[in-house]
Structures are given as structure tokens and as C-alpha cells.
């Protein structure tokens, strides 16, 4: 199994950096994508970004697109999000998902493993 723990989350202004953290632990020595999705107050978890267990392929919500940034450094099994230029619609609980194997997916059912969260917070 893979555990994972996000850290980083805050309050920032709008237009402001954010670098999240996700530290997984357990079986590490084995291949696994890692996803970063979102919710919100009253809404569905929604997809962020994910890379691939090399790291030389990413996949981001086009919401996020230019603005987001996934790495992995496998060494330290830990997965990054910088979030550059928040904007307050990006407020939510963001969780980092884990899937055995080599290659990213975008849809939550298919990540077995996931992180507790941490509150993001845009302020406007």
C-alpha cells in the first residue's frame, strides 16, 4: 500500500504562489502515478493534474493549465504542485491520489490510495 500526506495548503491572495507537498510512504519501491484533485464546498472532487511514475509526462485540468505545475522527485517520494497565480475560484481541499503502475490518470475511481487533504484558500 501507499500512504500519502499533503502538506503546503494556506491562505494566499489572489494572484499569489502556493507549492503543495505529497509525501507517500509504505511501497514507495514500486511504480506509481500520482494525481492531484480538488473540492469544494458542495461540489464533486474535481481532477488537477497527474504525472506519470518517470515524471516525463503530465496532464493538467485546463483550468489549471499554465498556471499549475506537477514534479515528482522519486529519490525523496515526493510529489510537488506549485500554484502560481491563485485565483479565489481555486479554493478548495486538494488531495494527491495514488496508482500503482507507470502511467497518469485523470479520473478519481482510479487512484486506490489517497492523502487526508489540505484547505487552499484564495482570498479575493
Known amino acids: 500500500q501507499l500512504q500519502l500526506v499533503e502538506s503546503g495548503g494556506g491562505l494566499v491572495q489572489a494572484g499569489g504562489s502556493l507549492r503543495l507537498s505529497c509525501a507517500a510512504s509504505?511501497?514507495?519501491?514500486?511504480?506509481?502515478?500520482v494525481g492531484w484533485f480538488r473540492q469544494a464546498p458542495g461540489k464533486e472532487r474535481e481532477f488537477v493534474a497527474t504525472i506519470t511514475w518517470s515524471g516525463d509526462s503530465t496532464f493538467y485540468a485546463n483550468s489549471v493549465k499554465g498556471r499549475f505545475t506537477i514534479s515528482r522527485d522519486n529519490a525523496k517520494n515526493t510529489v510537488a504542485l506549485q500554484m502560481n497565480s491563485l485565483k479565489p475560484e481555486d479554493t478548495a481541499v486538494y488531495y494527491c491520489?495514488?496508482?500503482?503502475?507507470?502511467?497518469?490518470?485523470?479520473?478519481?475511481?482510479?487512484?486506490?490510495?489517497w492523502g487526508q487533504g489540505t484547505q487552499v484558500t484564495g482570498s479575493s
Open positions: 509504505g511501497r514507495t519501491s514500486s511504480r506509481y502515478a
Open positions: 491520489a495514488g496508482k500503482l503502475g507507470s502511467t497518469w490518470y485523470s479520473q478519481p475511481v482510479s487512484y486506490d490510495y
